[in-house]
């Protein structure tokens, strides 16, 4: 089993930033991606930035530019760097451990909520 836990969420003014954090832990061995998903009120899920076990990364198009996806492997942590947030980017926010065919783990979830 692998859990996942999610923190950095909140209310921010559009413009502003957050940095989210989600860090895995159990049987991590051989994660293939790790990752932020969102899924907005009455929208599906949607990719916002993978980080691959080779070091790809991957975005969202909505959030190219704005946010960044970073690692700390010694600490199994995945962070999302968020700029320039916009109403539009509010959600809840999913951090995803994928292990192929071993298994894919969400978290609980955090609010990110932008005011106009």
């Known amino acids: 089993q692998v859990q996942v836990v999610e923190s950095g969420g909140g209310l921010v003014q559009a413009g502003g930033s957050l940095r989210l954090s989600c860090a895995a832990s159990?049987?991590?061995?051989?994660?293939?991606?790790i990752g932020w998903y969102r899924q907005a009120a009455g929208k599906q899920r949607e990719l916002v930035a993978v980080s691959t076990i080779g070091g790809g990364t991957y975005y969202g198009d909505s959030v190219k530019g704005r946010f960044t996806i970073s690692r700390d492997n010694a600490k199994n942590t995945v962070y999302l760097q968020m700029n320039s947030l916009q109403p539009e980017d509010t959600a809840v926010y999913y951090c995803?451990?994928?292990?192929?065919?071993?298994?894919?783990?969400w978290g609980q979830g955090t609010q990110v909520t932008v005011s106009s």
């Open positions: 995803n451990v994928n292990k192929g065919a071993s298994g894919d783990y």
């Open positions: 159990g049987s991590i061995f051989g994660l293939l991606k």
